[in-house]
T-cell receptor
């Protein structure tokens, strides 16, 4: 079974700080998604990356897919309290229909 | 913007009872998924469905579970005889042809007593 490891599991920072969240695996994936999930709600898509080395930006969020398509990072610049939430990575196993989810990073941004 | 919808939002049932969870996919999507998330744990893949048949399923998806698309619109997950450990959030997700992104519904919170 392929696994996606996210780090850190928990992160508490002050408003205005920068942070990076990592999603790592030993396996190669066809694509990788980042989601944000609020308590009691479904994951909401932030971005999909497909090409090795790809970088995508969404306002203050920067996403990168590793060159070998085994890992990804999410960087948040000047974090705000509204960024507080659970960040999940998910990836589709090559040659399958199946997506697996990472363990999640719970971010808290303090005002 | 098109979205995936799920009903009911909450369901409470007695152990041993059957439940059916419903999902309405985004209209032109062809790949359908069910996931579950036990409280405080990660999202777990249950099953994928394409072209009116199961394309993959996890070890969680045993004989108590079934899926179907009865009317070409709704996509359902049936649990025949619920157990206490089936209590979780159940999410439907759908994906379009040639796309990599899944879009998730808001989930059904199932509580088995």
């Amino acid at each position: 079974t392929q696994l996606l490891e996210q780090s850190p599991q928990f992160l508490s920072i002050q408003e205005g700080e920068n942070l990076t969240v990592y999603c790592n695996s030993s396996s190669v994936f066809s694509s990788l998604q980042w989601y944000r999930q609020e308590p009691g709600e479904g994951p909401v898509l932030l971005v999909t990356v497909v090409t090795g080395g790809e970088v995508k930006k969404l306002k203050r969020l920067t996403f990168q897919f590793g060159d070998a398509r085994k890992d990804s990072s999410l960087h948040i610049t000047a974090a705000q309290p509204g960024d507080t939430g659970l960040y999940l990575c998910a990836a589709r196993e090559s040659g399958t229909y199946k997506y697996i989810f990472g363990t999640g990073t719970r971010l808290k941004v303090l005002a | 913007e098109p979205e995936v919808t799920q009903t009911p939002s909450h369901q409470v049932t007695q152990m041993g009872q059957e439940v059916i969870l419903r999902c309405v996919p985004i209209s032109n999507h062809l790949y359908f998924y069910w996931y579950r998330q036990i409280l405080g744990q990660k999202v777990e893949f249950l099953v994928s469905f394409y072209n009116n048949e199961i394309s993959e399923k996890s070890e969680i998806f045993d004989d108590q579970f079934s899926v179907e698309r009865p009317d070409g619109s709704n996509f359902t997950l049936k649990i025949r005889s619920t157990k206490l450990e089936d209590s979780a959030m159940y999410f439907c997700a759908t994906r379009g042809q040639g796309e990599e992104t899944q879009y998730f519904g808001p989930g059904t919170r199932l509580l088995v007593l």
